[in-house]
């Protein structure tokens, strides 16, 4: 079983609906990342998180150390949202991280 | 420009030929990875370094080699390419956590999409 699990792998929505993608680790970490990849392959920060919620914009993503499990929502989605997304964490404060296997997000118009 | 450039951005070549990437940073850090990109694998890292004489093993080194040269650039080298490292290659970068910030975002380039016939 991997250490970070994403859910769902694939999701597709309608521009305008609230989107939530789900991360559950079964591993003690100092921090937990939100990235996202663009189409193209280049692969973007979103969030930093080692406890509570933090908000940018239409994203929102959101930690429970005790459940070790965190969300990320988009909300009022756009098809520029379309990505896939993903969740790693830090094991350690050593800035290795373990990465989910992604979520690819279609936002249709 | 960039603040991680990858080079090339895509490479084809051969089973047996010897290859390397390149990768520069602007942002000052201290710490760089290479990782590959698999589809339904997600990412794994294959080697980091934590300074310009600090080099560690990832979790898939075999088959793999790297090269610090400086804090701006680590190189990431096949010396002798097979069809199952074809894959999307990303270098990162990342600050030293520190007082008050136990960790680090990473930065990520751009990648290379290598494929070995």
């Known amino acids: 079983k991997n250490e970070v699990e994403q859910s769902p792998q694939n999701l597709t929505a309608q521009e305008g609906e609230f989107i939530t993608i789900n991360c559950s680790y079964s591993?003690?970490?100092?921090?937990l990342h939100w990235l996202q990849q663009h189409p193209g392959g280049g692969i973007v920060s979103l969030f930093m998180?080692?406890?509570g919620k933090k908000k940018h914009g239409r994203l929102i993503a959101t930690i429970n150390i005790q459940e070790k499990h965190s969300s990320l929502h988009i909300t009022a989605s756009h098809p520029r949202d379309s990505a896939v997304y993903i969740c790693?964490?830090?094991?350690?404060?050593?800035?290795?991280?373990?990465f989910g296997e992604g979520t690819q997000l279609t936002v249709n118009p | 420009d960039a603040d991680v450039t990858q080079t090339p951005r895509n490479r084809i070549t051969k089973t047996g030929k010897r290859i390397m990437l390149e990768c520069s940073q602007t942002k000052g850090h201290d710490r760089m990875y290479w990782y590959r990109q698999d589809p339904g694998l997600g990412l794994r890292l294959i080697y980091y370094s934590f300074d310009v004489k600090d080099i560690n093993k990832g979790e898939i080194s075999d088959g793999y080699s790297v090269s610090r040269q400086a804090q701006a650039k680590f190189s990431l080298s096949l010396e002798s390419a097979i069809p199952n490292q074809t894959a999307l290659y990303f270098c990162?970068?990342?600050?030293?956590?520190?007082?008050?910030?136990?960790?680090?975002?990473?930065?990520f380039g751009d990648g290379t999409r290598l494929s070995i016939l």
């Open positions: 591993v003690g970490i100092s921090a």
């Open positions: 790693a964490v830090d094991k350690t404060s050593g800035s290795r991280l373990t």
């Open positions: 990162a970068t990342s600050g030293v956590p520190g007082q008050g910030a136990a960790n680090q975002p990473q930065h």
């Open positions: 998180l080692s406890s």
